[in-house]
C-alpha cells in the first residue's frame, strides 16, 4: 500500500505579501499545498486565533506547524519535502 503523501497547508489572507511570496515559493519548488483563505473560512480563523495566531501565513506541513514565510523558507533548506515530480 502507498503511503499517504504530505503536503502543505497555508492559511492566508488576500492582502498579505508574505501569503503571496510563500506560495510563490511553494509553487516555484513546485510543492503540493492547499490554501485555506482565511477571508472565505472564518470557522478557520476563529480557530487559529484561539490557538494564539496574530498573522498569516500560517504553514504546516503534515501534521507538523512550520510557522510563517521565514519559517517555510528555513525548513525547505533543512527537509526534503514530496513534490509533484517524486509523487
Known amino acids: 500500500m502507498k503511503q499517504a503523501q504530505l503536503k502543505f497547508k497555508i492559511y492566508t489572507k488576500d492582502s498579505c ?5 510563500a506560495k ?8 503540493i499545498f492547499e490554501e485555506v ?3 472565505e473560512h472564518p ?5 487559529l486565533k484561539a490557538e494564539g495566531f496574530k498573522t498569516v501565513p500560517q504553514i504546516y506541513y ?11 523558507v528555513d525548513y525547505l533548506n533543512g527537509k526534503e519535502v514530496y513534490t509533484r515530480k517524486s509523487a
Not at 510563490?24 to 510543492?31: A, F, V, W
Open 62 to 72: 503534515g501534521d507538523d506547524h512550520i510557522g510563517g514565510y521565514t519559517e517555510l
Open 17 to 21: 505579501d508574505f501569503c503571496i511570496r
Open 37 to 39: 483563505r482565511l477571508e
Open 43 to 47: 470557522d478557520e480563523k476563529a480557530r
Open 24 to 31: 510563490h515559493t511553494l509553487n516555484t519548488m513546485d510543492l
